[in-house]
Every structure is written in structure tokens, then in C-alpha cells.
């Protein structure tokens, strides 16, 4: 075998071995998070349990073209509450969606005002749409609410803050 041909078998080894070496080495180290890159991934919204507090937090992504929000907020008990941030009764409006007030939350189109202690809980009326226990997952110290929920209930949001 000539010198050449030699050198070019040593090099195809050695990016070969290094791929290898990285496929390899691509674990994830505890504490780290993973993109999910699958094409069949439902990730969705992900909450860190520890940033919740009585002052809500507002997530939003976008599905299909339309901006969706959910809050969380720590309630009196202790527990986490998490709602979509529209109106079930007036969610057709562009202001349906809620602002805290101290520990209430407040309705920008009709003024209802609703307890924190009520988020998640309550359904029907004028209130946050609420998201169950049965809605998202939470392991780890991290709270997911799927693709699939956000993507059936986008149709709240589409005349939502289009003022």
C-alpha cells in the first residue's frame, strides 16, 4: 500500500473514532436540561417550580401563528396554580386577558376580579381558563404543559391582544 493511500485510511480512522468519541460523550450531566429534538416531541411550555411565586409569571409561546400565554402563581396554601391567561367568557375580546391586582386577578375587558386561590380550580364564568393537574406534568422540579393542550386550546387566543 502506498503512502498516500495510508495516510488517507489513518485520517478516515481518526474522524471516524472522534465522531464516535462525541456520539458518545453527549450524555446529559444531572441538573442539565436536554433540547428534545425529536420530531415527535410535545414539550411545550416548561416552568421551573422554584420560580413561582405569589407575584404571577407569564409564559407564552406560538402556535401556529398565534401567541398563546398561560401565568403561574403561588396560591395562600402553597400550591401552584396555573391558568391560560384569557377569559372563558370573554375571550372573543382582544382585552380578555388578566392582570394581577395585588392577589387577585383582573379581567382588562370586563373587570371581573379573581382570587390567586382560584386559579386552576374554577371553570366556567368569567375567569382564567383553567390548567388541571391532568393538563400538564411535573417531575423534577419542572412543570410542562404539552404542544398537544396549548394546540387545542389556541382557538381562545386568536383574537387575543390585538388591539
Not at 473514532?17 to 420530531?39: A, K, L, R, W, Y
Not at 409561546?61 to 401552584?80: C, P, R
Not at 364564568?125 to 387545542?152: H, K, M, Q
Amino acid at each position: 500500500m502506498c503512502k498516500k493511500t495510508t495516510r488517507f485510511f489513518t485520517g478516515v480512522i481518526a474522524a471516524v473514532m472522534v465522531i464516535v468519541m462525541v456520539g458518545c460523550s453527549s450524555e446529559v450531566e444531572p441538573g442539565e436540561t436536554q433540547e428534545n429534538t425529536s420530531d415527535t416531541a410535545d414539550a411545550g411550555i416548561e416552568i421551573r417550580v422554584e420560580d413561582i411565586s405569589t407575584s404571577a409569571s407569564y409564559y407564552d409561546t406560538t402556535v401556529e401563528g398565534t401567541t398563546v400565554e398561560i401565568f403561574a402563581v403561588l396560591a395562600s396554601d402553597g400550591t401552584v396554580r396555573l391558568a391560560m391567561n384569557t377569559c372563558q367568557v370573554c375571550n372573543g375580546s382582544p382585552y380578555a386577558y388578566f392582570e394581577q391586582d395585588g392577589d387577585d386577578f383582573v379581567c382588562q375587558n370586563c373587570g371581573n376580579h379573581f382570587s390567586s386561590d382560584e386559579v386552576g380550580l374554577t371553570s366556567g364564568g368569567c375567569n382564567p381558563v383553567p390548567i388541571t393537574e391532568d393538563d400538564y406534568t411535573e417531575e423534577n422540579g419542572i412543570i410542562r404543559v404539552s404542544d398537544s393542550f396549548l394546540e387545542e386550546n389556541a382557538y381562545r387566543f386568536s383574537n387575543w391582544k390585538q388591539f
